[in-house]
């Protein structure tokens, strides 16, 4: 059984739920979504024009309901993962409109080609699990936004896919570009290696129009997909952390109740990205303190629904890779780990999830493996205690030379290529490089080395006649850099 680190008393949790039941029954959501409300109707909510009211015995019907797994499929079987049993699963940040130039360093919009260098990357990364499509493109038509997306990720990643469809029209697209890349539509469903993501609630308590389309759309279709919540504390959400929190959980618990009417054992996931507004100037704030703590008190009402969690966590609004980037990235993800978060959306971002950086995300999969490491945790058992080693070099002796020692040395400890553990002197002969240059130094190692499509030629004609003029979605290395 599991012990995680507790914010709350259980008796806390308890309140917090009722509470959350009673903004929902009394303050109610706005819908404007006919289809929605009409699937809320029928399952008992009460409807006053727009504001939606939800009676617990409403709730409580589709809270039975909650699986607890949700499985993120890849293009093979050895890279699904499963919430929580392969906890921490590791996600990139996502959706970034900006990115730091690898060769300039300079930020500059993001287009189709550097999703392609960034997907790559991410499937050659070990501690990533999941690949959210990191980045927007501003070379991405609206009518083909979401496909011109998906071609370079599919073409570079064999791990899930994670991305957002606009409208039904663009889902659809997403949808027949997985059955081209699997071979039919049926081969495609029988392995869904694309999970869709939406935000269905607009905090305070508003059901966002085109997500909550793509909710039902999927929900409807059985494909994976899930919501996050952001409430924002002093902006969208009152200025208190329990405030925040019970808002973001009665906007989990609307979305979920939606989504098991729609089609009843829907996996899902309590995913959030929950902050407090540095109020001095209004400043989106996912690096404070306060982010991890409330994204661990919302892992403790997933334990209480038991369902799946995590969310954005372990963000930073550091504009550079810095001393700020890395405490505000390290501090909230341990805190989550510890309170039993599942999924970690921590990977590539800076500047409050405005910019990507390749350098990174190379050192966010430092940190994704340190989590690993810590969930790993003690390896108990009688030839641990290692008597037999104590004993044999006893008091005053050294351990380096015992077999033991040799046997456990890539093992016991999680051996970082990223960080340096150099004397100075062995430090500066070897360039004196700190850690932004060693991480893009690997992204160069990764990238100049030959990447082959995990498209074949065939599969990419038919592709490329379905959708013409997709970019290349090759990954090439910058110019600059040959």
């Given at each position: 059984?599991?012990?995680?680190?507790?914010?709350?008393?259980?008796?806390?949790?308890?309140?917090?739920?009722?509470a959350s039941l009673e903004i929902l029954e009394n303050v109610g959501l706005l819908v404007r979504n006919a289809q929605a409300k009409e699937y809320l109707a029928k399952h008992g909510c009460r409807v006053d024009a727009e504001i939606i009211k939800f009676p617990r015995q409403v709730v409580e019907a589709a809270r039975a309901a909650f699986p607890p797994t949700f499985t993120f499929y890849g293009r093979e079987p050895k890279y699904d993962r499963t919430l929580p049993r392969?906890?921490?699963?590791i996600v990139t940040g996502s959706s970034a409109p900006n990115m730091l130039d690898p060769v300039t360093g300079k930020e500059r919009r993001a287009y189709a080609d550097d999703i392609a260098r960034i997907a790559r990357l991410i499937h050659e990364l070990p501690g990533y699990d999941v690949f959210s499509i990191s980045t927007l493109a501003e070379d991405a038509p609206l009518d083909r936004f979401t496909v011109t997306r998906l071609y370079p990720a599919l073409k570079n990643?064999?791990?899930?896919?994670?991305?957002?469809?606009?409208?039904?029209?663009?889902?659809?697209?997403?949808?027949?570009?997985?059955?081209?890349?699997?071979?039919?539509?049926?081969?495609?469903?029988?392995?869904?290696?694309?999970?869709?993501?939406?935000?269905?609630?607009?905090?305070?308590?508003?059901?966002?129009?085109?997500?909550?389309?793509?909710?039902?759309?999927?929900?409807?279709?059985?494909?994976?997909?899930?919501?996050?919540?952001?409430?924002?504390?002093?902006?969208?959400?009152?200025?208190?952390?329990?405030?925040?929190?019970?808002?973001?959980?009665?906007?989990?618990?609307?979305?979920?109740?939606?989504?098991?009417?729609?089609?009843?054992?829907?996996?899902?996931?309590?995913?959030?990205?929950?902050?407090?507004?540095?109020?001095?100037?209004?400043?989106?704030?996912?690096?404070?303190?306060?982010?991890?703590?409330?994204?661990?008190?919302?892992?403790?009402?997933?334990?209480?629904?038991?369902?799946?969690?995590?969310?954005?966590?372990?963000?930073?609004?550091?504009?550079?890779?810095?001393?700020?980037?890395?405490?505000?990235?390290?501090?909230?993800?341990?805190?989550?780990?510890?309170?039993?978060?599942?999924?970690?959306?921590?990977?590539?971002?800076?500047?409050?999830?405005?910019?990507?950086?390749?350098?990174?995300?190379?050192?966010?999969?430092?940190?994704?493996?340190?989590?690993?490491?810590?969930?790993?945790?003690?390896?108990?058992?009688?030839?641990?205690?290692?008597?037999?080693?104590?004993?044999?070099?006893?008091?005053?002796?050294?351990?380096?030379?015992?077999?033991?020692?040799?046997?456990?040395?890539?093992?016991?400890?999680?051996?970082?290529?990223?960080?340096?553990?150099?004397?100075?002197?062995?430090?500066?002969?070897?360039?004196?490089?700190?850690?932004?240059?060693?991480?893009?130094?690997?992204?160069?190692?990764?990238?100049?080395?030959?990447?082959?499509?995990?498209?074949?030629?065939?599969?990419?004609?038919?592709?490329?006649?379905?959708?013409?003029?997709?970019?290349?979605?090759?990954?090439?290395?910058?110019?600059?850099?040959?």
């Open positions: 059984m599991n012990t995680f680190a507790a914010l709350l008393t259980s008796e806390q949790i308890v309140r917090i739920h009722e392969d906890r921490p699963v990643c064999l791990k899930p896919i994670r991305c957002s469809a606009l409208n039904p029209t663009d889902a659809a697209q997403a949808l027949q570009l997985g059955a081209l890349v699997a071979g039919s539509d049926a081969a495609y469903r029988e392995r869904p290696f694309i999970t869709h993501h939406y935000c269905p609630i607009v905090s305070p308590l508003t059901f966002d129009f085109d997500s909550t389309e793509m909710l039902i759309y999927f929900a409807e279709q059985g494909l994976p997909s899930f919501g996050s919540v952001v409430p924002n504390g002093g902006m969208s959400a009152p200025l208190t952390l329990l405030g925040t929190l019970t808002q973001g959980n009665a906007e989990f618990l609307a979305w979920t109740t939606l989504i098991q009417m729609i089609r009843p054992g829907t996996p899902i996931i309590y995913s959030s990205l929950p902050t407090i507004a540095d109020m001095r100037r209004g400043a989106y704030s996912p690096g404070a303190i306060e982010s991890g703590m409330l994204v661990m008190g919302m892992a403790q009402m997933a334990h209480f629904y038991n369902v799946p969690n995590g969310g954005y966590i372990g963000l930073t609004n550091s504009k550079i890779n810095d001393a700020q980037s890395g405490y505000e990235s390290g501090m909230s993800n341990v805190g989550a780990l510890l309170a039993g978060a599942d999924m970690f959306n921590l990977g590539g971002l800076l500047d409050a999830l405005m910019c990507f950086d390749f350098a990174k995300a190379v050192i966010d999969d430092d940190i994704a493996r340190m989590l690993k490491r810590m969930q790993r945790g003690f390896e108990f058992g009688e030839e641990n205690f290692a008597f037999d080693d104590i004993a044999a070099t006893g008091p005053g002796g050294m351990f380096i030379d015992r077999p033991r020692t040799y046997a456990l040395m890539k093992e016991t400890m999680y051996l970082s290529d990223i960080a340096d553990r150099d004397a100075r002197n062995r430090w500066q002969k070897q360039g004196a490089l700190d850690t932004q240059a060693r991480a893009l130094k690997r992204v160069r190692e990764i990238l100049m080395s030959d990447q082959p499509s995990f498209i074949s030629p065939d599969v990419d004609a038919r592709i490329r006649a379905a959708f013409a003029d997709l970019p290349a979605g090759e990954c090439v290395p910058p110019k600059e850099w040959k």
